[in-house]
């Protein structure tokens, strides 16, 4: 048999399905019975296609080859999910311990996968779905584990402060959408959140194209559900992720959780593409934009459905026909 191989699609490791400009996740237009503008087409960036269903895989790969554990360490990480099971499958391909502390909020769908991944320990802290403060919840609990008496026995990547966050899309994510939109690109949406997504293709782009925009999204309030999401613009600096760069955000736009996932509804009812909640939040700017705006725009799309269906259900419950 050949070696990894992306044109035959056979690999030796199933690290080696995670997005790379030789290797990209898809974009795939928004059709006109979602976005009916012509002269503002909008493509999902969709990371569900990483083999760990999330655009986290491309970070905790980043992290851990960027990193060196220790033989004999267990990784610990807080995360509201995502980051989380990237992590835990990499551990697993690699073989060695893990620990991951979550919100106890996240949908049990998560929850499940991680204890399906077999992980050493997973530790349930009550705070918001993607903490605000770096020593409260999950967060805080992992940072007390790494000033404890323990502390050598752990090996903590830290998304929230972790450049290698950033460089994963500086170099793979923003190079993948600058070529598939053929440069054509004048419009990049994403969620806030740890930063990482949003700063690397951000500074990526405008590298290329001083004129691109690079608009941010984040929930109306700090108490939301739209887990991995993260309110920003009332934030004093100390508790804002330390790898966000605000020099490439051109706008900082808020998003009510009803409207969210209505949006991810409606996508789901009107072109067969199933997202995550936040994708319906990125989605739903990316429609208001377009009422004003013409250029091609790029929304990503963090992960799919199917971690969400719990939270989903009252939504699909009240509706059957959701409106934006």
């Not at 990193?67 to 835990?88: D, H």
């Not at 691109?212 to 108490?223: H, L, Q, R, S």
Request: include cysteine.
């Amino acid at each position: 048999m050949t070696k990894s191989n992306h044109k035959l699609r056979v690999y030796e490791n199933i690290a080696d399905l995670i997005a790379s400009p030789e290797n990209p996740t898809p974009l795939v237009k928004v059709n006109e019975r979602v976005n009916p503008k012509a002269d503002f087409p909008i493509y999902l960036k969709l990371e569900r296609y990483n083999p760990f269903g999330s655009v986290k895989d491309r970070i905790a790969l980043s992290m851990l080859k960027g990193m060196r554990i220790r033989q004999g360490q267990s990784l610990v990480e807080p995360s509201s999910g995502n980051t989380g099971i990237a992590l835990a499958a990499l551990a697993n391909a690699h073989n060695f311990p893990i620990e991951i502390a979550v919100p106890s909020r996240i949908p049990e769908e998560k929850k499940t996968i991680l204890r399906l991944l077999g992980i050493e320990a997973l530790w349930e802290a009550d705070d918001n779905l993607c903490p605000m403060y770096p020593n409260e919840g999950a967060r805080g609990l992992v940072a007390g584990i790494m000033k404890s008496k323990d502390k050598e026995k752990y090996f903590n990547p830290n998304q929230y402060e972790n450049k290698l966050n950033v460089e994963a899309h500086y170099k793979n994510t923003g190079p993948e959408i600058w070529k598939q939109t053929e440069g054509k690109i004048k419009y990049f949406f994403a969620g806030f959140g740890t930063c990482g997504t949003i700063t690397g293709v951000g500074k990526y782009l405008k590298e290329q194209s001083k004129s691109i925009k690079i608009i941010g999204v984040e929930p109306t309030k700090a108490d939301h559900n739209l887990p991995g999401m993260k309110r920003i613009s009332d934030l004093s600096d100390e508790y804002v992720p330390k790898i966000l760069d605000k020099s490439v955000v051109d706008d900082f736009m808020p998003i009510e959780d009803n409207d969210a996932y209505n949006t991810a509804i409606l996508l789901a009812r009107k072109t067969g593409i199933l997202v995550g909640p936040t994708t319906g939040a990125i989605l739903h700017v990316a429609l208001k934009y377009a009422k004003d705006n013409n250029g091609v725009a790029v929304v990503m799309s963090p992960d799919d459905a199917f971690k969400y269906i719990t939270f989903y259900e009252p939504y699909v419950k009240e509706t059957s026909k959701p409106k934006i």
